[in-house]
């Protein structure tokens, strides 16, 4: 009789598993194979990609095809770091590439494609999560602190305008106005640390992106071109459809006012994509994190300097930004014990949302 450890596993039950994209190339450079990671980095399916040439999929002038024949000429493995793939759909990707020469005569060639967005997910989720304890530090900090003392500084200015010249009063008013607008990103910043339970409930994600939509074309999106690429069956997520209505409203805006006004487009998607966990606080295991919402815009892209603390308050691209939506957004998604991170080119800023979704009458809740 057999047992567990004598039996060898399933060669494309091992590749269909791996989380990162295999391609296997025959001596005349068609794909003979694809893995499913392989299928969602390019964008087509195995059916559509069997037969192609590399050549078809990327650029002719791409490091990708340069590698594939440094491979075969050495007949060794081949690696190389922050190699750029540009794809006819979705983009540039930045990838570690290692080509394997295989089979008789070295006749094939397994590509690997590790894409860095994957390996940086896990960084970038404590990254946001570090964000939105310090926004609820920071906001505790500013109510105690500043808030309190400006209103001693409004009241001396209202009773120094009494007595000082006309020509003066401006100044005093300036005190005024200044206090005021103080307190009111003080009071900001208190919404965003606020941190009463949330009002949970099942949320169809889609009627919210829906609204979203519609306030962002009546206003300050009339200028965009809106795409949706929706995934109809997808079950719905425990959580607050007002602050999930905010945080999409929140990118939706960032993204139309990063591209043009002329030919500026957005893509909402939402996808089911097993295989991502994430541990959950307090709760000693880990939940796992399958439906995802993307805002894509096709403006300038994100700064890289500014890139690595965009979610930290009061961090802004904007000229008169206050640099606090994005550490608002982190906060929600945190709140809901999901994930949000971005990859920026120019040209492509895609914003992904990860959330727990009901599972048979119940949720993955963090």
Request: charged share 20%.
């Amino acid at each position: 009789m057999s047992t567990v450890l004598e039996r060898a596993p399933d060669p494309a039950a091992l590749l269909g598993a791996l989380p990162y994209a295999i391609v296997v190339l025959a001596e005349d450079g068609a794909i003979r194979y694809v893995n499913p990671a392989a299928e969602q980095f390019f964008g087509h399916g195995a059916g559509h990609l069997r037969g192609l040439t590399l050549s078809t999929l990327i650029a002719a002038d791409s490091p990708l095809l340069s590698l594939v024949g440094q491979a075969r000429n050495a007949g060794a493995s081949v690696i190389e770091y922050d190699v750029t793939v540009n794809l006819p759909r979705g983009g540039p990707r930045l990838a570690t590439v290692q080509a394997a020469p295989f089979g008789d005569d070295d006749s094939f060639v397994a590509l690997s494609l590790h894409e860095h967005s994957l390996a940086r997910k896990m960084d970038r989720q404590l990254v946001h999560r570090n964000a939105a304890r310090s926004v609820t530090a920071m906001s505790a900090i500013l109510a105690h602190e500043v808030k309190n003392p400006l209103s001693g500084i409004r009241g001396a200015a209202q009773l120094l305008e009494q007595s000082v010249p006309e020509s003066d009063r401006e100044l005093t008013r300036l005190i005024c106005e200044e206090a005021d607008r103080v307190c009111a990103l003080v009071d900001r910043m208190g919404v965003i640390g606020d941190t009463a339970q949330l009002t949970r409930a099942p949320v169809n994600i889609h009627e919210v992106l829906h609204k979203v939509k519609r306030i962002a074309e009546a206003g300050f999106a009339s200028h965009v071109r809106f795409s949706e690429v929706y995934d109809p069956s997808l079950p719905p997520v425990l959580g607050n459809a007002d602050e999930l209505l905010q945080v999409f409203l929140n990118l939706v805006k960032n993204a139309a006012e990063a591209v043009a006004v002329k030919g500026g487009e957005i893509v909402l998607s939402t996808a089911y994509q097993l295989g991502l966990r994430m541990a959950s606080r307090g709760r000693g295991r880990s939940i796992q994190l399958p439906l995802v919402v993307s805002v894509q815009d096709n403006g300038s892209g994100i700064p890289e300097d500014i890139g690595q603390h965009l979610f930290d308050p009061f961090v802004t691209t904007k000229a008169n930004g206050t640099g606090l939506g994005l550490a608002l957004v982190a906060k929600v998604i945190d709140n809901h014990g999901g994930v949000i991170e971005f990859d920026s080119q120019p040209r492509r800023t895609v914003f992904r949302v990860m959330l727990p979704v009901m599972e048979g009458g119940e949720a993955s809740t963090p």
